[in-house]
C-alpha cells in the first residue's frame, strides 16, 4: 500500500511538472522566433527578447532554445560589425549544440562562425570550419546550405588567388542551385565566376555572367544585387574605354545603391561617374559629383555614428537588463528555496500521516481479507458438498448404465443360446431323419420346407445381430452410394417369395424404377428385410403388403404397409423406447426382439427416423425418413 501511494503521488506530480515544462519550452521557441523577425527593423526589441529567452530556457533547463537564443543573438552582432562579440555568442551556442549533440545546429552555428573568421581575414581557419559544415548538410541533403557553402569556400579561394579551386566551388554551387531552383545561390554563383573571370582579365566571359546574375536580380528585384551587376560591368566598360556604357551603368548602380542606402557602392558609383565627366573634361560636373561625394560620405559617417552610438547605448541597456534579471532570478531561487523547504517539511509530515493512515488501512484490510477467507472457504466447502452429491449422482448413473450393459449382454446370450442353437439344434436332427428314411417321402418333403424356413430367420437373425454387435461395439463407418430402391426391394422380395407363396400375401412394390437414395447399402438393406420379414410374419394368409415412396426437396419417404394385425400404442411406444420386445407371427413365427431397435439404429445413423403408425385389427404403416444428400 506504501509504493501504491507514493506511485500514485509521483503519477499525480509528474505530468504536472512535465506539463509546465512543455509549456515554458514553447514560450522560449516563440521568443527565438520573434526576436529573429524583428532583429532587421528593432533591435532593442530584439535583445530583449532573447534575453528573456535566455533566462526562461536556463530556469527550466531547455538546453536548445538556450542555443538558439545565442545564435540569434550573435547573428545580430555581427550584422552590426561586432565580429569578436558575435564569435562568443556562436562559441556559447555551438558549445550547448554539442552537449545535446544536435549535429544539424551545430553545423549552422559552424557556419556562421566560418562567416565571422571570413570577415576577420581568418581564411585557413573558416575553410576548415566551412567543409566540417558541409558534411553535415551532405548528410541531411540541406541543398541550399550546401549551395551557400560552395559560394562561401570558393569566395575565400579567389581571396587566397586560387583561382582553380575557386572555378570548381562556384559551378558545383551554380550546378546544385539550377538543380533544387534555388534563385539566390544561382545569382550568387553568377556573380563570384563574373570576379573570377575579371581577375583572369577574361572580359567577354566576365560579361556574361554578370548579365545573367543581373537577370537574375531583376526577376527577384534584388537591388543591391543589380547595383553590385552593374558596377562590374562598368568597370569592365571602363578597361574596354566604352566610356558612354561605363557611365550609363555607372548611372545605375548609383540609383540601385541609392534605393537601398548601400553607401559602399555609392562612393564606387560616384568615383566611376567622376572618372567618366574627367575623361570627357566636363570638369564643372566632375566637381559637383565630388561635391555630391563629400555629401553622402558625412552623412553615411553621421549615420554611423549614430547608429553605433545608439548601438552601444543598446548593448549597455542590455547588458544592465540582463544583470536586472539575473538578480531577480537569484531573488526567485532563494524565494523558491524556502519554498521548497517549507514544501518538504510539510511534505515530511503528510507522509508521516500518512504512513499512520496506511498502517491502519492495511490492518483493515488483513481483518477484512481473513473474513473473505473464511466466506471463500464455506464456500468452497458447500461446493464440494455439491459435488459430492453430483459424484454420486454420476455413479448413480454409471451403475444403471452397467445394468443395462448386464441386461444387454444377458439378452444376447439368450438369443445366441437359444434363437440361434434351438434352430441349429432342429436342423441337426430334421438332417438326420430324412438322411436315414425314417420319414415318409411326403413328410420329408414338409419337413425340408420347415428346414428352409427356419434357416431364412436363422440367417436374417444373425445379419441382424451382427449388424447390431458392430454398432455397439465400436460403431461402424457409413459407405454411402446412390442405392436404387426398387431393385433392392426386387431382390427382398425374391428372397421371401416362399414365404409369401405360403401365406398367400399379395405383395406390391409400387417403387420407381429409377428412384434413388444415397445411402450405405447394407444398411438399408437390413432395414427394408426387417420391415419386410416383420410384415409377413404378423400378416394372416391372403393379406397384402405395399412398399412406396415420394421424395420433398428435403427428404426421401419410404412407406412398407400391411393389412396385418396391427400394433397398440403400448407396442409401439416400448418399441420407440428401444425396450426388447417380441411376439408371436400369425403362424406362430418367432422373433429374436431387436429387429424394429435395429432398424431405428440404423436410419438414425443417416441422420433420418423411422416412424411407426399402426391400428390393431387392420394393419401397419413403418414411414422410412431419409435426408436428401448430394452424392
Same mark, same amino acid.
Given at each position: 500500500?506504501?509504493?501504491?501511494f ?5 503519477c ?5 511538472f512535465?506539463? *509546465?515544462?512543455?509549456?515554458s519550452?514553447?514560450?522560449v ?9 524583428? *532583429?532587421?527593423?528593432d533591435i ?7 534575453i528573456?529567452a ?15 537564443a545565442?545564435?540569434?543573438?550573435g547573428?545580430i552582432y ?14 556559447l551556442?555551438?558549445?550547448?549544440f554539442k ?15 566560418a562567416g ?5 581575414g ?8 566551412? =567543409? ?9 541533403n540541406?541543398?541550399?546550405?550546401v549551395?551557400?557553402?560552395?559560394n562561401?569556400? @570558393?569566395?575565400? +579561394? ?5 583561382p ?31 570576379k573570377?573571370?575579371l581577375?583572369?582579365?577574361n ?6 555572367f ?9 526577376k ?8 553590385l =551587376?552593374?558596377l562590374?560591368?562598368a ?6 574605354g566604352q566610356?558612354?556604357?561605363a ?12 534605393s537601398?542606402n ?5 562612393d ?10 574627367? *575623361?570627357?573634361?566636363n570638369l ?26 545608439n ?8 547588458q ?11 531573488r ?12 518538504t ?6 507522509i508521516i ?5 496506511i498502517?491502519v488501512?492495511?490492518?483493515?484490510q488483513?481483518?477484512?481479507?481473513f473474513?473473505r477467507e ?10 464440494q ?8 449422482k ?12 448386464n441386461k444387454t449382454?444377458?439378452k ?5 443360446s ?7 439344434v ?8 430324412v ?5 415318409p ?7 425340408l420346407? +420347415? ?14 445381430l ?7 461395439m465400436? @460403431?461402424?463407418?457409413?459407405d454411402?452410394?446412390n442405392v ?8 427382398l422380395?425374391d428372397e421371401?417369395k416362399m414365404l ?19 445411402a450405405d ?5 437390413i432395414?427394408?428385410?426387417n420391415?419386410?420379414?416383420?410384415a409377413?410374419k ?18 426421401s419417404?419410404?412407406?412398407?404397409e ?27 413365427e ?24 399402426s ?17
Amino acid at each position: 500500500m506504501r509504493i501504491l501511494f507514493l506511485f500514485l503521488l509521483s503519477c499525480f506530480i509528474s505530468p504536472l511538472f512535465a506539463q *509546465k515544462n512543455t509549456g515554458s519550452a514553447y514560450i522560449v521557441d516563440s521568443l527565438n522566433k520573434e526576436a529573429f523577425s524583428s *532583429k532587421r527593423s528593432d533591435i532593442s526589441k530584439a535583445l530583449n527578447l532573447l534575453i528573456i529567452a535566455q533566462n526562461t530556457a536556463t530556469q527550466i533547463d531547455y538546453k536548445k532554445g538556450l542555443a538558439v537564443a545565442y545564435l540569434y543573438e550573435g547573428g545580430i552582432y555581427q550584422q552590426q560589425g561586432f565580429t569578436k562579440r558575435a564569435l562568443t555568442d556562436f562559441y556559447l551556442s555551438l558549445d550547448i549544440f554539442k552537449r545535446i549533440k544536435d549535429t544539424f545546429n551545430i553545423a549552422k552555428v559552424s557556419q556562421q562562425i566560418a562567416g565571422s573568421l571570413l570577415l576577420e581575414g581568418k581564411y585557413d581557419t573558416a575553410v576548415t570550419v566551412f =567543409n566540417e559544415s558541409l558534411k553535415v548538410y551532405n548528410r541531411f541533403n540541406k541543398q541550399e546550405e550546401v549551395v551557400n557553402v560552395k559560394n562561401s569556400i @570558393g569566395l575565400i +579561394q579567389l581571396y587566397r588567388n586560387k583561382p582553380d579551386s575557386a572555378v570548381i566551388l562556384f559551378n558545383q554551387a551554380l550546378v546544385t542551385s539550377k538543380q533544387i531552383k534555388y534563385v539566390y545561390g544561382e545569382k550568387k554563383a553568377l556573380y563570384h565566376l563574373g570576379k573570377l573571370a575579371l581577375e583572369g582579365k577574361n572580359l567577354d566571359l566576365a560579361v556574361s555572367f554578370f548579365n545573367a546574375s543581373i537577370a537574375i536580380d531583376q526577376k527577384i528585384n534584388d537591388r543591391y544585387g543589380l547595383a553590385l =551587376n552593374n558596377l562590374e560591368l562598368a568597370n569592365i566598360a571602363y578597361k574596354r574605354g566604352q566610356l558612354q556604357a561605363a557611365f550609363m551603368m555607372s548611372n545605375s548602380a548609383y540609383e540601385f545603391a541609392k534605393s537601398v542606402n548601400a553607401y559602399d557602392i555609392l562612393d564606387q558609383s560616384i568615383a566611376q561617374i567622376i572618372t567618366y565627366y574627367r *575623361k570627357t573634361n566636363n570638369l564643372e560636373k566632375a566637381i559637383a559629383w565630388q561635391d555630391s561625394a563629400i555629401l553622402i560620405i558625412n552623412q553615411h559617417r553621421i549615420k554611423e555614428n549614430e547608429y553605433a552610438t545608439n548601438f552601444i547605448d543598446i548593448i549597455k541597456n542590455q547588458q544592465n537588463l540582463r544583470l536586472d534579471r539575473e538578480n531577480a532570478i537569484i531573488r526567485a531561487q532563494r524565494a523558491s528555496d524556502e519554498q521548497v523547504f517549507i514544501l518538504t517539511v510539510g511534505t515530511f509530515i503528510l507522509i508521516i500521516l500518512a504512513v499512520l493512515v496506511i498502517m491502519v488501512f492495511i490492518n483493515y484490510q488483513k481483518q477484512k481479507h481473513f473474513s473473505r477467507e473464511l466466506r471463500a472457504k464455506n464456500i468452497l466447502i458447500e461446493a464440494q458438498i455439491e459435488e459430492m452429491g453430483a459424484l454420486n449422482k454420476e455413479i448413480s448413473f454409471q451403475n444403471r448404465m452397467l445394468e443395462a450393459d448386464n441386461k444387454t449382454k444377458d439378452k444376447l446370450l439368450s438369443i445366441i443360446s437359444h434363437d440361434l442353437r434351438n434352430p441349429l439344434v432342429n436342423t441337426k436332427g430334421i438332417l438326420n431323419l430324412v438322411n436315414q428314411g425314417m420319414v415318409p417321402e411326403d413328410q420329408a418333403k414338409q419337413l425340408l420346407l +420347415q428346414l428352409e424356413t427356419q434357416y431364412m430367420g436363422t440367417t436374417s437373425l444373425l445379419d441382424n445381430l451382427l449388424f447390431w454387435l458392430k454398432g455397439q461395439m465400436a @460403431g461402424k463407418n457409413l459407405d454411402r452410394s446412390n442405392v436404387v430402391i426398387f431393385q433392392l426391394v426386387k431382390g427382398l422380395e425374391d428372397e421371401h417369395k416362399m414365404l409369401l407363396v405360403r401365406k398367400n400375401i399379395a405383395f406390391n412394390n409400387a417403387l420407381h424404377p429409377q428412384m434413388f437414395v444415397h445411402a450405405d447399402k447394407e444398411m438399408i438393406r437390413i432395414v427394408l428385410r426387417n420391415l419386410i420379414s416383420n410384415a409377413i410374419k404378423f400378416t394372416p394368409e391372403n393379406g397384402s403388403i405395399d412398399i412406396h415412396a415420394e421424395q420433398t426437396a428435403t427428404d426421401s419417404l419410404i412407406y412398407v404397409e400391411d393389412t396385418g394385425i396391427g400394433m397398440s400404442k403400448e407396442t409401439i411406444d416400448r418399441v420407440n423406447a428401444k425396450q426388447y420386445y417380441t411376439t408371436a407371427g400369425t403362424s406362430m413365427e418367432k422373433g429374436s426382439g431387436f429387429g424394429l431397435m435395429l432398424c431405428s439404429d440404423l436410419i438414425n445413423r443417416h441422420d433420418g427416423s423411422l416412424t411407426i403408425e399402426s391400428v390393431p385389427g387392420k394393419g401397419s404403416r413403418f414411414i422410412i425418413k431419409l435426408p436428401v444428400t448430394k452424392a
